[in-house]
């Protein structure tokens, strides 16, 4: 079960992920059960990004709220 703050923070790099602070605890247990993974994009920058095991989490998520 996620927390509130992971659940957040799931949104976030769903929604927003430039605006993710790269430094989150969150984003710990996130990439532990593989919810989110780091990307590094052509820039050379890192950015986090939700994996399909995230997104059909946050789908179950919404289909009960």
């Not at 950015?47 to 995230?54: A, D, L, M």
């Amino acid at each position: 079960m996620l927390s509130p703050h992971e659940f957040a923070t799931l949104l976030l790099v769903k929604d927003a992920p430039t605006q993710v602070d790269m430094a989150r605890e969150e984003l710990d247990a996130l990439l532990e059960r593989q919810l989110v993974q780091l990307e590094r994009l052509a820039s050379g920058d890192e950015q986090w990004r939700v994996t399909e095991t995230g997104d059909s989490a946050l789908r179950a998520i919404k289909r009960f709220s």
